[in-house]
């Protein structure tokens, strides 16, 4: 079966830019999560959504944002980008949200020039 | 202190070796752990998940968590060129829903033929 598909998967940005990322989960699960992964700080939580409704939210400013659309794909924007937001943004599936069931896809590196 | 700490690496072993990757954690509520294998280029994908206390044995791959130490290991059996890539640990807390996945930082770690 399909994976989890992110696009684009490589992204270039001027600061100051918004930018939006898509994920397409497995077909049939509910629960998007979005992880950002850079090299100093790891992998860190950004939000969380389950049947359109954002379930958790990690500790991010307000310019990242997202949403999920009723076929459960999801999208996230980050506004006004800064160089920091340079990093790979992850999405992850699952089939009824439970932590230990989900699949990442490839990431979208984005960078922010 | 950071909830999760793992010890970045890297790790250069022979073909062969038995590999013991370890993680820390502070945050006493947490009751799943889960090990993630991460290829360049690639999201992670889930090696081993735990509840609670305990070992989990697959093919050459054992998960331990020891909760009153804080502490939770995997262990690498026979180790493969292909086993070359980034591990990460990571919890979630006590429902196993909607909380979200604190991860370590990952190591690195090189199997030479």
């Known amino acids: 079966k399909a994976g989890v598909t992110q696009t684009p998967r490589y992204l270039i940005k001027t600061r100051g830019q918004q930018v939006t990322l898509s994920c397409s989960p497995i077909?049939?699960?509910?629960?998007v999560s979005w992880y950002q992964q850079t090299p100093g700080q790891g992998l860190q939580f950004l939000f969380e959504y389950f049947s359109e409704t954002q379930r958790n939210k990690g500790n991010f400013p307000g310019r990242f944002s997202g949403r999920q659309f009723s076929n459960s794909r999801s999208e996230m924007n980050v506004s006004t980008l800064e160089l920091g937001d340079s990093a790979l943004y992850l999405c992850a599936s699952n089939p009824l949200g439970a932590t230990y069931g989900y699949t990442f896809g490839s990431g979208t590196r984005l960078t922010v020039v | 202190q950071k909830e999760v700490e793992q010890d970045p690496g890297p790790l250069s072993v022979p073909e062969g070796a038995i590999v013991s990757l370890n993680c820390t954690y502070s945050?006493?509520?947490?009751?799943?752990f889960m090990w993630y294998r991460q290829y360049s280029r690639k999201g992670p994908e889930l090696l081993m998940y735990?509840?609670?206390?305990g070992n989990k044995e697959d093919g050459r791959f054992t998960a331990q968590v020891d909760k009153s130490s804080k502490y939770i290991s995997l262990f690498i059996r026979d180790s493969q060129p292909s086993d070359s890539a980034t591990y990460l640990c990571?919890?979630?807390?006590?429902?196993?829903?909607?909380?979200?996945?604190?991860f370590g930082k990952g190591m690195k770690l090189t199997v030479n033929p």
């Open positions: 990571a919890m979630s807390g006590p429902q196993g829903g909607s909380e979200k996945l604190v």
């Open positions: 945050n006493s509520a947490f009751q799943y």
């Open positions: 077909s049939g699960h509910r629960s």
């Open positions: 735990t509840y609670s206390s």
